[in-house]
């Protein structure tokens, strides 16, 4: 890592102000020859100071008026010197900057290469280095709050801690296949670690939902109110809704944030037989999203003459919520929540009866402790709880400890791909292809 890095960081478009980015050994360098400042130099600058002077050209023409910081590695994002140039908003300033840096030597970052940059020089393991992405890409408040744990270390501290364990056991493994007579050996436990990996592993669930938003689809018959209820959910005129029945042909989907839980609301076409062939295309594609649903709401026209409950034996008892809709106009006939679009009542009810469902994702969320999140680490740890058990199992049939210590170092290596202890070779590779140029 001996060349010097530069990028836009912020976001293209229009805004106040846009931030370049230098790292390596010569960011100081290559920055000084391109801001000036109306006293001195940069590279005599006081770090951590924020400098207002001007960006120029070759030339010494101006090209805009910016802010410069310089951050003295090991005390830097990198651990690398790095100078930050805060230029104005817009397209064409941050783009003259880092062209006018790559002429005075820097090399255009490639994605993720600043926290590549960090990981690399201990600055963050690579969970943490993973929480960037999160706290960038988080759609809501609960998203947010379990990746800032993550940058903070809950999850990398949990995996360390369980990792320390089954280091633990395989070190008195080890001892006990040296010397087998020498030594009375206990026959090491895994019991603790399990439950607590196991625990850690069912937090995946709603990890799941904090990434990939909770999932909740309408359904029913044509005109029990599917598109009305969708709208009054949403608190917007999103849905057409119409007397006649068949209008909605395709499912539209909204994404909102409800007090931190991300949820992708679905309406879809209502469910019967018909002959219409686009109709049915519509019902082919909504029976889809119900399947694809972690929660249904399984619509009836309370209105209805009589009410047409069929609906509800078509749909997964497990995965939904009987909702009455039309109260205004009749009482429900049977079990389920009781909501009207038209005067408002019962939606509140409705709303904290879908977040109740969501397996308590955003109270993970507020706790700060550890949560998976990401596929990657779902997957690292599922597989290490996998050979846990198959060495408790190996412990309890008496199977030969060379064999238990196998699966228990597998456990070791795995969980450590979490936080990157363990790197195999394209482990790099997979989570910084995942990052934009900048960060
Ligand atoms: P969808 O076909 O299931 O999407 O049903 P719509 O939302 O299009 O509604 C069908 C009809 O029922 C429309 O004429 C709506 O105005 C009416 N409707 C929907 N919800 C309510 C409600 O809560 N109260 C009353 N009184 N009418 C409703």
Redesign the pocket.
């Known amino acids: 890592m001996t060349d010097t890095i530069a990028a836009v960081a912020t976001a293209p478009g229009v805004g106040g102000i846009a931030i370049v980015r230098v790292s390596g050994p010569q960011a100081v360098e290559v920055a000084d020859r391109v801001v000036g400042l109306p006293k001195g130099r940069l590279t005599r600058a006081a770090p951590w100071r924020l400098r207002l002077g001007w960006a120029e050209d070759e030339g010494g023409c101006r090209l805009d008026q910016v802010l410069a910081v310089v951050m003295r590695g090991p005390r830097s994002y990198t651990r690398e010197d790095m100078v930050e140039v805060h230029c104005h908003g817009g397209a064409a300033a941050a783009g003259a900057v880092l062209a006018q840096l790559v002429a005075a030597g820097a090399r255009p970052a490639e994605p993720g290469e600043f926290t590549r940059r960090a990981f690399l020089n201990g600055r963050l393991d690579l969970a943490q280095a993973e929480a960037i992405l999160g706290l960038v890409n988080a759609r809501a408040e609960g998203g947010l709050r379990v990746a800032a744990g993550q940058l903070a270390g809950a999850l990398s501290a949990e995996v360390r801690r369980l990792r320390g364990g089954l280091l633990q056991v395989a070190a008195s493994l080890a001892v006990a296949i040296d010397f087998p007579e020498d030594v009375e050996v206990e026959p090491p436990t895994l019991a603790a670690i399990r439950t607590e990996l196991a625990a850690l592993v069912e937090t995946g669930r709603a990890g799941q939902i904090i990434r990939q938003g909770f999932s909740v689809v ?1 359904a ?13 959910l949403l608190g917007a005129d999103r ?10 042909r395709d499912f539209i989907t909204e994404a909102v944030d409800w007090d931190g839980l991300p949820v992708t609301l679905t ?1 879809t076409a ?1 469910l019967r037989e018909t002959a219409e062939p686009v109709e049915a295309l519509g019902v082919k594609r909504a029976r889809q999203a119900v399947d694809a649903a972690d929660l249904i709401l399984g ?1 009836v ?1 309370a ?1 209805g003459d009589p009410p047409d409950t069929g609906i509800l034996q078509e749909l997964e008892p497990e995965r939904t919520l009987s909702v009455w ?5 009749r009482a429900p006939a049977g079990p389920g929540l009781a ?5 408002g009542e019962g939606i509140p009810e409705l709303r904290r009866a879908i977040a109740a469902h969501s397996g308590g994702a955003v109270a993970m969320a507020g706790s700060g402790g550890p949560c998976l999140v990401s596929l990657r680490h779902q997957g690292a740890a599922a597989r290490a709880l996998a050979a846990v058990d198959r060495a408790e199992g190996g412990l309890r049939s008496g199977l030969p400890w060379e064999l238990v210590a196998l699966d228990v170092n597998e456990a070791v290596e795995t969980l450590g791909e979490v936080t990157g202890e363990s790197l195999r070779d394209d482990l790099l590779e997979q989570v910084f292809s995942q990052f934009c140029v900048g960060k």
């Open positions: 309408i029913g018959r044509p005109n029990a109110g599917k598109s009305s209820l969708f709208n009054a849905a057409i809704v119409t007397e006649h029945a068949g209008t909605t309406d209502g619509v026209d209105a809709t039309k109260t205004d106009l909501v009207s679009a038209l005067t």
